[in-house]
């Protein structure tokens, strides 16, 4: 069974940075085995995709309003998922969730494992 776990959301300005964390634990396979992503979803809106990494060689994928602002890398060391976020906007503000998929690349329905989420407000 896998356990993903967020941290690191919070209020911020505009501008503003944040790195969200996702601890992983897991019995039947390691951290390595699966590629990880991002989404978010915001009040009244379907959960959207935001960034997505491989397991090992670091092939990443970004949805267009958050290139060259947020950087997705994982610690497969520590079990760790992270996401860089700067220059943040209010239109940012979501409650982030980490996932994990045996599929690279995969589309949201074929992301396993989810976690609970951190909430991100951005206020202008």
């Known amino acids: 069974q896998v356990q993903l776990v967020e941290s690191g959301g919070g209020l911020v300005q505009a501008g503003a940075s944040l790195t969200l964390s996702c601890a992983f634990s897991?019995?039947?396979?390691?951290?390595?085995?699966?590629?990880m992503g991002w989404f978010r979803q915001a009040p009244g809106k379907e959960r959207e995709f935001v960034a997505a990494i491989s397991w090992i060689d670091g092939v990443l994928y970004y949805r267009n309003s958050v290139k060259g602002r947020f950087t997705i890398s994982r610690d497969n060391a520590k079990n760790t998922l992270y996401l860089q976020m700067n220059s943040l906007k209010p239109e940012d503000t979501a409650v982030y969730s980490c996932?994990?998929?045996?599929?690279?690349?995969?589309?949201?329905?074929?992301?396993?494992?989810w976690g609970q989420g951190t909430q991100v407000t951005v206020s202008s």
């Open positions: 897991g019995r039947t396979r390691t951290f390595s085995d699966y590629a």
């Open positions: 996932s994990a998929s045996l599929r690279f690349p995969a589309t949201m329905n074929e992301y396993d494992h």
